[in-house]
């Protein structure tokens, strides 16, 4: 059977491809965007140099975590990122890209873990459901320390050395905005996010500063014995 377009059946892809644009850009345009800035402060109240290593994360919603991992690398010692912040139950890969051993472990009080050693080249994996920070030692090397901060989705933001930050894509509703600096600084505000761009700025203090964040026992909750070194 033959079928004959008529002039109206001609125009039914241009009405429907038309009406999904309209959809898609209602969806956008319903997203919500938060940006701003987070000014950081010493213990005396005085604003670092710089204002990175802070996380602006939004409580009052929850999602599934990621497929993918989220990557902390050891380099030189140290792990990278400093700070990483992950979804609660996203899965968080270990590398190892240094020519030593390394010996990963977290003395949180509800999920510790330790990975045990292992060489260049490998990696091992860890889950964590306890929100937010999980503080991240070696074992063979006191000076490497890092944060995980497990949050409730992905809607969040590392800071700049500015301190600017940007979410996008946040439904619209009403939630607690938080931030959290490695010094241990926090604050929160209630927002209501809207179809319009929101901005909000945060000055918080420090709790500690760069000694007392490095100070820390080994795994077994002693001092470290072994001093750094090329064969470790």
């Not at 491809?17 to 898609?24: C, D, F, K």
């Not at 999602?63 to 996203?90: C, H, S, W, Y």
């Not at 600084?185 to 909000?200: A, T």
């Amino acid at each position: 059977m033959d079928v004959t377009f008529s002039p109206a059946n001609r125009k039914l892809p241009v009405l429907l491809a038309t009406l999904l644009l309209w959809l898609l850009t209602t969806i956008a345009a319903g997203a919500g965007e938060l940006s701003g800035q987070v000014l950081v402060l010493n213990k005396e109240g005085q604003p670092l140099t710089r204002f990175d290593h802070a996380v602006v994360y939004i409580e009052g919603i929850e999602t599934p975590p990621p497929a993918e991992p989220a990557i902390m690398d050891q380099k030189n010692k140290e792990f990278v990122p400093r700070l990483l912040p992950v979804v609660k139950g996203q899965e968080i890969r270990f590398l190892n890209s240094d020519k030593v051993q390394h010996n990963v472990f977290s003395p949180h009080e509800q999920e510790p873990f330790d990975l045990g050693l292992y060489p260049a080249g490998e990696s091992k994996s860890v889950k964590l459901n306890s929100l937010r920070r999980h503080k991240v030692y070696c074992n063979l090397h006191k000076n490497m320390v890092a944060d995980i901060l497990v949050l409730p989705s992905p809607y969040y933001s590392l800071t700049d050395e500015k301190g600017g930050y940007r979410i996008q894509g946040l439904p619209p509703g009403d939630y607690v905005l938080r931030v959290w600096h490695i010094f241990g600084g926090s604050d929160q505000k209630p927002i209501r996010v809207g179809s319009q761009p929101l901005r909000v700025d945060f000055s918080i203090r420090s709790a500690q500063g760069t000694q007392e964040v490095m100070e820390h026992p080994d795994k077994a909750g002693q001092n470290y014995k072994q001093p750094d070194s090329e064969s470790y």
